[in-house]
DNA sequence: ATTGCTTCCTGAGCGC
DNA sequence: TGCGCTCAGGAAGCAA
């Protein structure tokens, strides 16, 4: 499931394949994956720039832009010339040069929208700070946490307070934290949401050094798999380092993985 | 304003 | 071998 450390590394690697390039077509193969909103229809351009907002990728372009959301199982992926496409493409991307960028999905939640440069701060709006700007610090956090009696679990997952986190990281960053998934935001000291805030950076830049997580679908642009399923201490793990069975509960529909003996 | 549930989708895994 | 069931979950939409 890509999260920020999922997207930032395709961005990473979008950027060494594609910036300069001159997009000829976008192929959509399924309705609804590419949504064009654009009210004048024309050349989208050489690509400019690769950037990441939250889990957004956004491909700027001479005249447009790109927003793709991977969501659950998207992919995007590097051909220098067209291929077999695999079962599950739902588009493509071309450029002039003859390579192209699959964009595979198997659930079919993600997408690619055509936007037009104006519209792109609009359809970002509601995301909230990036973990790794100035903005996120213990006092924000804070502020986020006041008087809620939502878990902390859900306010950390919710993209409208903190942009770039999932399931998977959301529990890793409570593990390293020592607090758990069902404690309620307003209930937290500040020395524990210094923690997170700590920790989410931590997490993350290990995440991002190890090219991602994989566990079922996600793959970087050439294909490959991310490193870091083999460094998560808690997600969809048995038993913690501590020795104590690791408990699994639901909590908005989603799967939260903890330890009972270290996270209080 | 906040919260939590439902919906979209399809493959994998499991019991029988 | 194959059927039916459950599960995975990002985020929008909606109801309370």
């Known amino acids: 499931m890509p999260e920020l450390p999922e997207v930032?590394?395709?961005?990473?690697?979008?950027?060494?394949?594609?910036?300069?390039?001159d997009i000829s077509q976008i192929v959509s193969l399924r309705d609804g994956t590419v949504n064009d909103r654009r009210e004048n229809v024309s050349e989208i351009g050489v690509v400019i720039s690769v950037r990441r907002r939250g889990k957004y990728i956004i491909i700027d372009t001479m005249n447009d832009v790109l927003l793709v959301h991977l969501r659950m199982t998207g992919k995007l992926i590097y051909a220098a010339e067209p291929g077999e496409r695999s079962r599950f493409c739902r588009a493509e991307i071309h450029f002039k040069d003859g390579s192209l960028l699959y964009f595979d999905d198997v659930r079919t939640f993600g997408g690619?929208?055509?936007?037009?440069?104006?519209?792109?701060?609009g359809a970002l709006s509601k995301l909230g700070v990036e973990p790794f700007s100035d903005e996120f610090t213990p006092s924000y956090l804070q502020k986020r946490m006041r008087n809620r009696i939502a878990p902390v679990k859900s306010i950390l997952l919710d993209q409208r307070e903190i942009a770039g986190l999932g399931n998977i990281y959301?529990?890793?960053?409570?593990?390293?934290?020592?607090?758990?998934?069902k404690r309620s935001g307003g209930k937290l000291s500040l020395e524990e949401i210094e923690k997170?805030?700590?920790?989410?950076?931590?997490?993350?830049?290990?995440a991002i050094d190890k090219n991602g997580t994989t566990i079922s679908d996600y793959r970087r642009v050439d294909n490959k798999q991310g490193e870091f399923q083999n460094f998560l201490r808690v997600y969809g793990k048995k038993r913690c380092h501590c020795?104590?069975?690791?408990?699994r509960i639901k909590q908005s529909g989603r799967s939260s993985y903890y330890c009972p003996s270290c996270q209080k």
């Open 8 to 21: 930032e590394t395709v961005v990473r690697e979008l950027r060494s394949q594609v910036i300069g390039k």
């Open 196 to 206: 997170i805030v700590k920790e989410t950076r931590q997490v993350l830049s290990e």
């Open 243 to 247: 020795g104590e069975e690791i408990a």
């Open 112 to 121: 690619i929208d055509i936007l037009q440069k104006s519209e792109l701060d």
């Open 170 to 181: 959301v529990c890793e960053i409570l593990h390293r934290a020592g607090i758990s998934p």
